[in-house]
């Protein structure tokens, strides 16, 4: 991820840092390339504004450091510009509160939302946490099968879903099990769709108001660059989410989804996938991925 926007900033600073000192022109010039190299990482063009601009007055207005020079300066500014449109500091997942703590997670079918929660629930494990994984996606006994696999595989229990009963019975039966089991952590995967739809949404508020989870979850395919921003829009709006996994990450050259989803919903993301594998799910770190495009 990220690899052209890298590169095209690389040059950019390069050519910078050879004027020595710089004038508004050269920056003006810079920041023009940098919008460019946003753009053509797939980023929303209103969030590349709202990023130029804010680079611009700070960078004009030079907050001068004295360790720095010029182009370095500019380069500390972007980075930091860049950490705050990833979302600031990294959003661990919230658990706190009535226990078995309870994440839902929602998305469309096809995002990845079964192998993730099987994901999310080998991470929990790994920190202590004794998570139950129920699959609620009750539509697609597929589903409900693919997850008792999974679950099999890490570890981790699976609540015996019966598909003839409506999820939101189900969710609620599994959380008291897991309370009396002794787990502490119940991972929901709810129905996936092909489209967002008043159905499914009405599912899922149906869900949330019964199970008062501690975090909603929004599980998006970052391939799909801006469709999974605008796929967020829509269930941030009906459910406000807590946060968003990203998946297929490391197949995502351009990052424009990474780059745009906490701008333009005001939702972190908190997890990316990084591959089919039930252990490629890495906590999100703005800042280290900053580092990463700056190089
Ligand atoms: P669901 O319909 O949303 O439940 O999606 P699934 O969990 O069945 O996943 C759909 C496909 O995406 C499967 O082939 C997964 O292996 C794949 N997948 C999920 N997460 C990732 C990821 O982070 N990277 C890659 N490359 N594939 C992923």
Do not use: C
């Not at 926007?5 to 010039?29: A, C, H, P």
């Not at 703590?101 to 079964?114: F, N, P, R």
């Not at 790994?126 to 699959?135: D, E, F, N, Q, T």
């Not at 989410?241 to 939702?267: C, H, M």
């Amino acid at each position: 991820m990220f690899d052209n926007l890298s590169d095209r900033l690389e040059s950019v600073f390069k050519r910078l840092k050879g004027y020595g000192r710089l004038s508004e022109d050269n920056i003006q010039e810079g920041l023009r390339e940098v919008r460019l190299a946003l753009l053509e990482a797939d980023v929303n063009f209103r969030v590349v504004k709202d990023f130029v601009a804010r680079v611009r007055e700070r960078a004009v207005g030079r907050e001068v450091m004295e360790s720095l020079t010029p182009a370095q300066q500019v380069v500390k500014i972007v980075h930091d510009e860049l950490v705050a449109l990833l979302g600031g500091r990294n959003r661990q997942l919230d658990l706190s509160g009535r226990q078995p703590a309870v994440l839902l997670l929602v998305g469309l079918q096809g995002s990845g939302k079964t192998t993730t929660a099987a994901k999310l629930a080998r991470w929990l494990l790994s920190k202590g946490r004794a998570p139950y994984l129920v699959p609620a996606d009750v539509y697609r006994p597929a589903a409900v099968e693919q997850l008792r696999v999974l679950g099999e595989r890490i570890g981790v229990p699976v609540h015996p879903t019966d598909t003839s009963r409506p999820p939101v019975e189900t969710a609620r039966e599994a959380v008291a099990r897991a309370g009396l089991q002794g787990l502490d952590t119940v991972i929901v995967d709810t129905a996936g769709r092909l489209h967002v739809d008043e159905a499914l949404m009405g599912e899922l508020r149906d869900l949330k108001a019964r199970l008062e989870p501690q975090e909603i979850l929004l599980v998006a395919d970052a391939m799909t660059g801006q469709d999974a921003v605008n796929i967020a829009g829509k269930f941030d709006a009906d459910l406000s989410l807590t946060g968003v996994i990203l998946t297929k990450v490391e197949g995502d050259a351009r990052g424009g989804a990474a780059l745009s989803i906490q701008a333009v919903t005001g939702t972190p993301i908190k997890f990316v996938g990084v591959g089919e594998k039930l252990d490629q799910l890495e906590p999100f770190h703005p800042e280290r991925i900053a580092d990463r495009i700056l190089g």
